[in-house]
């Protein structure tokens, strides 16, 4: 408790002693410990305790955002949102993104980007792309879908692995079935109308020629091409049933 008290009037007392440039003024504070100012009508991040300029006021804007990872800054310039480390005053993402969205509705350590109107995914931490923004539209995917990413080219969809960025399974189908529906680590897909199962690895392992595709965990896939049945085992291997 001692320890605390020193701490926070040793704060206190390098706030009270900094000295900004001249022509710097706070806009408010940041952190208790970083604040946020502007000189020349653009704004920065000034450390009262180390009294030195972290982040130079060359933006338009800074705002503390709801991320999953904390300490960091949306950064915005002529319109463009990148991200900076509060502490350090870093950039981890320069600002040239039209928006970053707030939150990590897909993975916690990755951040929703848009750029010329298509969505992708960067690294919190670092600021690296994982995914180039290419896709439409990119969802959060199924209940067993821990990993995965529902993503969308014009009227096709893939998959990705919303922690790592690779695309699991290319945006060629018309609809891809909710993870778990159909075994594993696999999907239901259609295309042309017609329905196959692909795994992660990205091809095909049941053509898409059925008009309908049943699964069971013990019997693996019933595939109905008009009157016809066809099996396929859980490794998408045919088989006659006994």
């Known amino acids: 408790m001692k320890y605390i008290f020193i701490m926070l009037c040793f704060v206190f007392a390098s706030q009270c002693n900094a000295q900004l440039p001249e022509g710097y003024s706070v806009v408010k504070n940041i952190t208790d410990s970083m604040q946020l100012v502007q000189f020349k009508g653009k704004v920065g991040l000034f450390s009262p305790i180390y009294n030195e300029v972290m982040l130079m006021p ?14 960091l800054v949306l950064i915005y310039k002529k319109g463009k949102a990148g991200i900076a480390e509060i502490a350090s005053g870093a950039v981890f993402t320069l600002p040239i993104y039209d928006e970053i969205h707030q939150g990590g509705i897909l993975h916690p350590t990755l951040a929703l980007v848009k750029r010329k109107n298509k969505y992708g995914l960067i690294e919190l931490i670092s600021g690296y792309e994982v995914l180039h923004p290419k896709y439409d539209e990119i969802y959060k995917f199924g209940p067993y879908g821990e990993h995965f990413a529902l993503v969308r080219i014009g009227n096709l969809f893939g998959l990705v692995d919303d922690e790592t960025g690779y695309e699991l399974v290319p945006c060629k189908y018309e609809e891809i079935g909710i993870p778990g529906s159909h075994g594993k680590d696999t999907f239901l897909i259609r295309k042309n109308g017609k329905f196959g199962i692909t795994g992660m690895e990205g091809y095909a392992m049941i053509e898409c020629i059925y008009d309908k595709i049943e699964f069971s965990e013990t019997s693996g896939y019933t595939c109905r091409k008009g009157i016809e049945t066809f099996y396929f085992d859980l490794n998408g291997l045919p088989y006659t049933p006994e």
């Open 58 to 71: 060359e933006y338009d804007s800074i705002v503390r955002p709801n991320l999953p990872a904390q300490g």
